[in-house]
């Protein structure tokens, strides 16, 4: 098992900075056109990394069992799939259906995907063991 180095303060630093701005395109989206159901994206980006967490936990090899159980794997990535899915569909559902507007769409995507992304990237350097894939 290979030990991991603590995170190192600028990789931190420019983690939080474009989480903030993902959040910032969020909060933005909904502000400018006073109209609060973009941030449901928000909400459904920062729940989609948890499936992964909670099912690779789950499928490691124990006592009972020596080998590795890959179901918990696979349906943890379908869960992190749909839900990451629902974020980048939800914006444009709503936009075609004329309950916000394209501009914020857009802007809600954008941010979704910082945060979404701040999140893999900060999982992937810094959490977790060597062996894990996400």
């Known amino acids: 098992m290979a030990l991991r180095s603590s995170p190192q303060p600028t990789a931190v630093i420019l983690l939080s900075f474009v ?19 973009p941030l449901l994206v928000a909400l459904t ?9 909670i099912c690779s936990r789950c499928a490691r090899a124990d006592d009972i069992s020596p080998e590795y159980n890959s179901a918990y794997i696979d349906f ?12 980048l569909s939800l914006p444009l559902l709503l936009t075609h259906s004329k309950l916000i507007q394209p501009a914020a769409c857009w802007m809600s995507i954008a941010g979704g995907g910082l945060v979404y992304g701040t999140i893999l990237v900060y999982s992937g350097w810094f959490g977790g063991s060597s062996d894990d894939e996400f």
């Open 19 to 37: 989480l903030a701005a993902g959040f910032l395109l969020v909060i933005l989206s909904c502000a400018l056109w006073a109209n609060w159901l």
């Open 76 to 87: 943890g990535r379908f869960l992190t799939g749909m839900l990451v899915t629902t974020g």
């Open 45 to 53: 980006f920062v729940l989609a990394p948890i499936p992964n967490s």
